[in-house]
């Protein structure tokens, strides 16, 4: 009778977690680190859901898209985390996304009615320093210098591919001309952020393609001012990060709720200080302290997501074109 009852309560215990809906949420491997928003956020969503969620890294930003083409209707994802602007035409067209109803007092740089994206953060891409050097001023005095810089892959990286419509939203025609230029200032290009900061802080370049938010991470998280965003008088890219459901989840509802959860002080106060990026919708308790301090670009530049698609594939080639020289 012993183990008929040991047997029984493991039956119900396998049935009562069976039974337990998941969602899976494929993201960048930066945003699932122990040090990232995604620890915090899945404890915040799993206290009301009801269901296990699951956070999938998934390389970098661009990675992301990848996988869900290779993946197709098969993937087990139900919402993918980490796409941005440069990249949610090309997401649409691939007929995987479903649109959504949520709705959100957004603090953007640019008014959102996305029907089937919704942003989480945005930032501006920069190249950071140490504080106690001399930075160029935009990227013909970057290029006309002997400032060593990493950068990150288009092809698998968002800060890559944003680099790329930078260079294009500032020259346009002359953003060939722009990477030869540039060719021999750059150290390595990397696969995603995370291996060219790595790289970065242990000495091996001079500057580091990043974001003007990530010098506020070494004054919050290290106590450290030692880090510094150059401001670029041809203005900075700006780059809206994003989250969307995939038309194939098998948990739609539980898909919605996370995206509408997002949009809440529960999300978005986390990401300040574990992503680094300024909140889509800014908490009720505003920026922390240090935010204040950060570069504030005078001129945002953006390509319309429409337009990013064709762009893309054309910066692409001339920025492979001058690096393979």
């Known amino acids: 009778m012993k183990y008929l009852a040991i047997a029984a309560g493991v039956c119900c215990a396998t049935a009562a977690y069976a039974e337990t809906p998941e969602l899976t949420v494929y993201t960048y491997d930066s945003f699932v680190a122990e040090w990232g928003p995604g620890p915090v956020i899945e404890k915040a969503f799993e206290e009301n859901c009801g269901c296990d969620l699951k956070l999938v890294g998934a390389g970098d930003g661009a990675a992301l898209l990848a996988r869900i083409k290779l993946e197709g209707v098969r993937s087990d994802a139900d919402i993918v985390l980490g796409l941005d602007t440069n990249l949610t035409e090309a997401a649409v067209e691939t007929g995987l996304f479903a649109p959504h109803a949520v709705s959100a007092d957004y603090t953007l740089p640019v008014t959102w009615n996305d029907p089937v994206f919704v942003p989480y953060d945005w930032g501006y891409f920069a190249f950071v320093h140490e504080a106690d050097a001399t930075a160029p001023s935009d990227f013909r005095a970057l290029a006309d210098s002997d400032t060593k810089i990493v950068i990150q892959d288009p092809r ?29 200032n750059i150290v390595t290009v990397t696969k995603g952020w995370s291996e060219a900061y790595g790289l970065f802080l242990d ?11 990530s010098p506020v991470y070494h004054l919050i998280a290290e106590e450290d001012a030692s880090k510094a965003a150059a401001a670029f008088d041809e203005g900075h890219y700006l780059q809206i990060e994003v989250a969307a459901k995939l038309v194939n989840s098998d948990q739609p509802e539980l898909a919605d709720a996370f995206l509408d959860f997002m949009v809440t002080d529960a999300f978005q106060s986390v990401i300040p200080t574990t992503n680094w ?49």
């Open 156 to 184: 698998s990286s968002t800060p890559g591919l944003g680099l790329l419509m930078w260079v294009k939203a500032a020259y346009g025609d002359e953003a060939p001309a722009i990477w030869e230029a540039l060719a021999d």
């Open 203 to 213: 000495g091996e370049a001079d500057m580091v393609l990043s974001y003007t938010t």
């Open 277 to 325: 990026m300024y909140p889509a919708v800014t908490p009720a308790g505003g920026l922390p302290q240090g935010f204040e301090t950060l570069v504030e670009p005078e001129k945002a530049l953006i390509i319309p997501a429409n337009e990013a698609a064709t762009l893309r594939d054309e910066a692409l080639a001339e920025w492979l074109g001058a690096l393979s020289q």
